[in-house]
């Protein structure tokens, strides 16, 4: 089975601008929980989408947002990028919930300038 | 708050030797207990898991050990090799689709 992917792999924007992450989840998983990274905070939990609805959020503003489509694919939305915002957000899937093994695609390296 | 405390930030051992990297729990509800191993440009990877119904679990040469009354669980690496040279991150949750909550990460460098 292929692995999580995520596009598009590097990113560079400015103050102010959004952006907009997509990831494919293993085939046939249904959970997809996305997640940020920094060398500070270390990985912290966005939110997480089972079945197209929005199972869990983690303690992001609502410039943050996400969505899944009908084949598991998810999105996440950032507006009004500030400079910290520059991380590398890491999205997992897993076939069930969140409570259990999740597989991790490679991430989206993220600059804001 | 954060739930999950890891340390040390950073280990260095010489090839053949034993890193163990620590990590504790606030939270009593907890009862799943994985290990990720993250290379540079990669996402973490599923190394060993561990429930709180055993005090050890051993896969290859990596080994958790767990003590539910210190709220403490533990990773031992034998015969560390270079390749094991990765950040180390422990994580907790609990039943019921809740997410993961990660320790900060421990950098492993591994030197012959």
């Known amino acids: 089975k292929a692995g999580v992917t995520q596009t598009p792999r590097y990113l560079i924007k400015t103050r102010g601008q959004q952006v907009t992450l997509s990831c494919s989840p293993i085939?046939?998983?249904?959970?997809v929980s996305w997640y940020q990274q920094t060398p500070g905070q270390g990985l912290q939990f966005l939110f997480e989408?089972?079945?197209?609805?929005?199972?869990n959020k983690g303690n992001f503003p609502g410039r943050f947002s996400g969505r899944q489509f009908s084949n598991s694919r998810s999105e996440m939305n950032v507006s009004t990028l500030e400079l910290g915002d520059s991380a590398l957000y890491l999205c997992?899937?897993?076939?069930?919930?969140?409570?259990?093994?999740?597989?991790f695609g490679p991430g989206t390296r993220l600059l804001v300038l | 708050q954060q739930q999950v405390k890891q340390s040390p930030q950073s280990l260095i051992v010489q090839k053949g030797g034993i890193p163990i990297i620590n990590c504790a729990y606030e939270?009593?509800?907890?009862?799943?207990f994985p290990w990720y191993q993250q290379f540079p440009g990669k996402g973490p990877a599923l190394l060993i898991a561990?429930?709180?119904?055993?005090s050890e679990k051993k896969e290859g040469r990596f080994t958790i050990s767990f003590n539910k009354s210190a709220k403490q669980f533990s990773l031992h690496i034998m015969d560390s090799q270079p390749g094991d040279s990765a950040t180390y991150f422990c994580?907790?949750?609990?039943?019921?689709?809740?997410?993961?909550?990660f320790g900060k990460g421990t950098r492993l460098s591994v030197i012959a």
């Open positions: 997992a899937s897993s076939p069930g919930g969140t409570a259990g093994t999740q597989y």
């Open positions: 085939s046939g998983h249904r959970s």
């Open positions: 989408y089972f079945s197209e609805t929005q199972r």
């Open positions: 939270n009593t509800a907890f009862d799943y």
């Open positions: 561990i429930r709180p119904d055993v």
């Open positions: 994580a907790a949750s609990k039943s019921g689709n809740t997410p993961l909550v």
